[in-house]
């Protein structure tokens, strides 16, 4: 199941996944509320508990490719997973984003952490061209 977290900056996309997460929650609760932040922000962060040890029986069904193609700035997994913990470390290189995986004892250093200089919103159209114009 995938609960979405109220309280971080509106950039921030922030959920639990708990039990099984199936592709049809991704495409009903996380698609949308990363489309609703990305009409407000050029820059997303992605903030992500994840309380169990395997996410979903079938990822198979899972279609990440639309978080996978968003601009994210910023990650914040938390877990106390081992093997995910590991996995993510390793392979972070290949992710154009700051990365950083926290434990579950320190969830509040990690929604600090996202959102820390996170409050700021893309510029209207009307702003950008006065910008320019100076």
Not at 24 to 35: G, I, N, T
Not at 51 to 72: K, M, N, S, T, Y
Request: with cysteine; charged share 30%; proline share 4%.
């Amino acid at each position: 199941m995938i609960e979405l977290i109220d309280g971080l900056p509106e950039n921030v996309v922030a959920f639990v996944a708990t039990g099984r997460v199936t592709g049809a929650e991704c495409d009903a609760v996380l698609l949308p509320a990363v489309a609703k932040s990305r009409e407000r922000h050029d820059r997303l962060r992605l903030y992500y508990e994840l309380e169990c040890r395997f996410p979903g029986a079938g990822w198979e069904d899972l279609d990440i490719v639309p978080l996978q193609l968003q601009p994210w700035e910023r990650v914040a997994l938390v877990t106390d997973v081992s093997w995910i913990r590991q996995t993510v470390k390793a392979l972070r290189f290949l992710i154009r984003a700051e990365i950083r995986v926290f434990s579950t004892a320190q969830v509040d250093e990690g929604r600090d952490w996202i959102a820390e200089g996170g409050r700021q919103r893309r510029a209207a159209p009307a702003e950008t061209a006065m910008a320019a114009a100076l």
